[in-house]
């Protein structure tokens, strides 16, 4: 991955620029400084080569126009996109194992770990126990519980992988509990009766796989 930072300071404001490539796409993020309204737009190059050609190339283009490269304030919200105690406190069926909280959550992390959508960090710390998700000897809700403490935030994923996720997955907006109850939960008393195995991750895996092919084509 890689990060590129202008700014341009104007008499009461300072406008930036960030673009930012991960994989083949090119992240590009422009607004002012500590004012909201952030223009946000992703562009699918072909390769990592390639968008890093691209993103120095409209750091140029900035340049000429004023900006200049400059150090970007930390200010990262983290956001919480879900945490298994959250639903002990709300519809829980009472008769299931409280691992049964984990599933749906899982079951997107486990995608999201597959799809290579999780931060850098996450990657490294947890290196031997990713690389045993994706050779299918741990599940996703397994990971989520054991090293996740039950509790998915956007520290654990990539640009990308937050993006998405914010898009489908909120539970609020996205439609990732909608797919997921009607792919797996449709004859079930709820969605927590969902079983943690391979076979109805595979049922979901798919269905969110064409809801990531149709948002990155938007994007």
């Avoid at 930036?16 to 490539?21: E, R, S």
């Avoid at 996450?122 to 054991?146: A, M, N, P, W």
Wanted: hydrophobic residues 35%; aromatic residues 14%.
């Amino acid at each position: 991955m890689k990060k590129l930072y202008l700014i341009k300071e104007n008499k009461k404001t300072t406008d930036f620029v960030q673009l930012q490539v991960e994989d083949k796409f090119l992240h590009i993020h422009s607004g002012k400084v500590g004012k909201a309204g952030v223009s946000k737009i992703t562009k699918s190059l072909g390769s990592f080569d390639r968008a890093i050609v691209e993103a120095e190339n409209l750091a140029a283009t900035y340049i000429d126009k004023g900006y200049k490269y400059g150090e970007e304030e930390d200010s990262t919200e983290v956001i919480v996109f879900d945490k298994a105690k959250w639903h002990f406190n709300g519809d829980f069926p009472t008769e299931l194992n409280e691992y049964q909280a984990y599933v749906h959550t899982g079951f997107y992390l486990n995608w999201i770990i597959v799809n290579q959508l999780i931060c850098e960090e996450l990657g490294d710390e947890f290196s031997d126990e990713i690389e045993k998700v994706k050779r299918r000897e741990i599940t996703g809700s397994r990971f989520y519980l054991d090293y996740l403490d039950g509790v998915f935030t956007s520290e654990e994923l990539s640009s990308t992988g937050i993006n998405f996720t914010l898009d489908y997955f909120d539970f609020e907006k996205g439609n990732y509990l909608q797919d997921y109850e009607m792919t797996l939960a449709n004859e079930l008393p709820t969605l927590y009766h969902v079983e943690d195995k391979w076979s109805n991750y595979e049922l979901i895996s798919r269905i969110i796989d064409n809801r990531y092919s149709d948002w990155l084509k938007e994007k």
